[in-house]
Structure formats: C-alpha cells, structure tokens
C-alpha cells in the first residue's frame, strides 16, 4: 500500500509544474493546450486555449486571446476564471482557479507580438470579432492574405486586437488517478503547506 504525505505530494507538485515549463515548448506535451472557463451571466462558459508562458513565484499562466473575443468581455466583468489541464496517458488532472488580467496595447503584448509569426498576427486581422453570428461561412482572415501571410508592415494592423491574458493562481490541485486510490490535494495561493482532499 503506498503512502502519500507532505514531502511526496511536493514532489508530485514540483513534477507537474516541470510538465507545464515542457509544454511551452512541446506541442505533444498534453499541458500545451488547456480549457479554459470564464463566467457569462452567472453561466460558465469553456474553451480551449494554448498555454504561451508560465511563471513560478507567483505562479502565473498567460495565454494570447483577441480583444473583440467573449472571454475577453466576460472577464472585463468578472475577472475570477479557472485552467483545467489533463494528461490522459499520466491521468492526472490540474486544477487551477484563478483571477485574470488583460494586458493590451503595452510593453507585454508589444514583446509578444514582435515573437508572433506572420501566420499567426493574420488571425488578429480578421474582420470579424470571434463568435459574431455569419449568414454564410466565410474565411475569418483579409481576403488579401487567404493564401499567404501579411508582411510585418501590415501585420500591425491587428496589433490592435491582440491580447495577452494573465492568469494568477489561487490555488493549484492535483489530482493522479490510481486503481488502488487517487491522490488528491490542493495549496493555496503564497502557501507550501499540502491540503489533502478525498477524491
């Protein structure tokens, strides 16, 4: 029978938090994407996101988003937001609640943004914010960069629209799935000590 307590659940911390520095760079890594949820008139609204950076104390997760997007209107009303990430091969699960600011139009985005590929900085271009209702589908893209990508000149044009949202954790849970009884526990915000919790 294996035995779980404050030193080894650390350990299971400080792994996860080293799958989540890989995924930034490895797209295979399943922690490269994560749902992300908002609130939307007291409903939850969930969406998948590409985690861009991560960063420890405190511990703080960022993702890029369009302006005219809902999750961006939706935490401009209330920013208290969750992360939920899976590894299905692994099969542990991380929990994070979080409270989310928008960065726009600053020394942030202008630095991310000067990392984008052209391929991407298009999708900031699009005509169209994301989610407005179409009478036909149609590409969400400039008619003039269907086929190819904008030149950096541009590409400016969707500066505007860009958005580097951050996401400062609360609290982290773990949980890791076992036939014979799955760990589970929670820490809280500035605090190292483990919460256990029945799963």
């Known amino acids: 029978m294996k035995t779980v307590n404050q030193k080894s659940a650390l350990k299971i911390l400080k792994r996860e938090i080293g799958f989540l520095d890989n ?5 295979d890594n399943p922690f490269h994407f994560f749902c992300f949820s908002t609130i939307k008139n007291k409903n939850p609204e969930s969406r998948t996101v590409v985690l861009r950076n991560f960063k420890k104390e405190p511990m703080r997760l960022y993702f890029n988003t369009d302006e005219r997007s809902s999750k961006v ?5 209330n920013n208290s937001c969750s992360a939920l990430f899976y590894d299905n091969k692994r099969r542990v699960q991380l929990r994070l609640h979080c409270e989310a600011s928008i960065h726009n139009n600053n020394q942030l985005t202008k630095q991310i943004w000067d990392k984008t590929p052209l391929q991407s900085r298009k999708c900031y271009m699009a005509p169209f914010a994301p989610g407005i209702e179409l009478e ?3 590409p969400n893209l400039p008619k003039e ?3 190819c990508d904008p030149k950096d000149e541009h590409s400016f044009i969707g500066f505007k629209n860009f958005n580097v949202i951050e996401l ?5 849970e773990i949980i890791e799935l076992h036939y014979n009884g799955h760990i589970r526990f929670k820490l809280h915000e500035n605090s190292n000590e483990i919460k256990f919790i029945s799963s």
């Open 145 to 147: 960069y269907l086929e």
């Open 23 to 27: 995924s930034l760079k490895n797209s």
């Open 73 to 77: 209107l939706e935490l401009k009303k």
């Open 168 to 172: 400062l954790v609360k609290s982290f």
């Open 136 to 138: 036909k589908w149609v």
